[in-house]
C-alpha cells in the first residue's frame, strides 16, 4: 500500500485544476491577457441556483486511441489562460469561486507577492475531492488561488496571472467544517477509506502526472514570487504556504460550499502564514498576511471553465 499512495497524491494535489477539455484538443493560441473584472464576469455569467453533484469518472481518462488525461496534464502546465473552453476537473469537481483582496502585513524576505505592503486582486476556488461535498463524508479540502497584482479590477496587466494550490489532507479528513482546517502546498496524506476506494482511478491519473512532471507532493509558490518582479535572478521563494480561516467565521452547512455564501456585505478573511525552515521537524510558520473574500458564486464555469495554471517543478529556486 504505501506504494501506491504516492500515485494518489499525484491525482489529489493536480486535481485541484487538472482537468479534460471536451470535444476539442487542447490549443496553443496565443494568450489574451485578461483583467480580474473580465475573469469575474466570465466565472459569474452562468450561476446555479441548486448546488451540482458532479462526480468523477475513469472512462473520461482516455479511449481506446488518446490518452486524453497525459495529453491534458501537458497542457496543464503550459497553459496561462485564465478561462478555457468547458471542461471536466477530474478530481475536485465540485467547488465555489471566491473573489476577494491579498494583503501582505508583516516584513518576510521574500519577493513578488509576498513583499510587505502589497496588495492584489484574487479569485479562488475552493473545492472537495471526488464527489463529496457534505460534512460526514470524507473530504479532502482545496483551495486554487489565482493573483493579479493591482487593485484597480478593469486593469489588464503585462504578466500572466500567479497561481497556487493548497490542500489540507490528500486523503481527506472528517473536518466538520472548510474552516476548520489548515491548508498547505505541501500537504500530508491519510491512508482513509476515500483513498482505498479510488485507488485504481487515483494511479491512472498519477501516470499521466508522473511522465509531465516531477515531485508533485509540492506545489512551488515561485509564480507568486516572481511577479512584478524584473530581475529574477534577485527572487526569493517561500518553500511552504499555508492557509487558514480565521477563527469565529464557522457557518455550520451541509455542504462545504454553502460555508462561504457571502451575501449583505459578508466577508470571510483567512491567514496567509509562510516558512521556509524546519526545527525538529516543524516548520517555522510566519503570518505575514490574509485574504479577505468579499464574494461568491456556484456557477457553470466555476467548475467548467476557471483555469488554474500548475507551476513546473524547479530546481533553481532560492529559498533565502
Known sequence: MRRLLPFFILLQFNGCTQDIKLDREPTSAPLRQLSFQEVWNEVTSDPLSTLPQNSISFGKLFTFSKNIILNDAKRTLRERADILEPFEKLAHPNGICLKGKWEIEKENPYSGEFKNGTTALIIARASSAMSKTKRGEIR??????????????????TEPTANFFVIDDLGGTDALHFTDVALTNEPTVTTTSEVLKNLLYGLKVAKAFATADKNPGIRQLYELSELGERDKKQVITPKWMRISAQKGQTIDAKDFRDEFILTNGKKMVFNIAVATQEVEGKKEWQTIGTITFDDSIVSTSCDHRLHFHHPRWRDDLRYR
Do not use: C, D
Not at 140 to 150: H, R
Open 140 to 157: 479532502a479540502f482545496g483551495l486554487a488561488g489565482k493573483l493579479f497584482p493591482t487593485t484597480n479590477p478593469q486593469e489588464i496587466g
